[in-house]
Nanobody, 124 residues
């Protein structure tokens, strides 16, 4: 089992920045892949960014490339998402997810463990 707790959401104006963090606890091997997903009202949950704990390899959705950065501090079992140049369309509930292995790191079906989510609102 893995427990995930997100923090760091909030409200920001367009062009602003926010950082999210996700603390993992439990059996570490069950969180070899960690990722951030988001879900806006009326839309499906979509992958934002993912990272492999061992290699540090990352994957980003096209709509956040160059603006968001995912990182992981293994010693803290914490994954971060730094979000820059935020747009109103980035408004969503952001979820942290983890899994032992996944073929598509940005595919939601491959993740076994989910956090409760943290709200990000981008508005002027």
């Amino acid at each position: 089992q893995v427990q995930l707790v997100e923090s760091g959401g909030g409200s920001v104006q367009p062009g602003g920045s926010l950082s999210l963090s996700c603390s993992a606890s439990g059996y570490r091997a069950n969180s070899n892949y960690m990722a951030w997903f988001r879900q806006a009202p009326g839309k499906e949950r979509e992958g934002v960014a993912a990272i492999h704990r061992g290699s540090g390899a990352t994957r980003y959705a096209e709509f956040v490339k160059g603006r968001f950065a995912i990182s992981l501090v293994n010693a803290q079992d914490t994954v971060y998402l730094r979000m820059n140049s935020l747009k109103p369309e980035d408004t969503a509930m952001y979820y942290c997810a983890a899994t032992p292995w996944v073929e598509n790191p940005l595919g939601r079906d491959g993740y076994n463990y989910w956090g409760q989510g943290t709200q990000v609102t981008v508005s002027s």
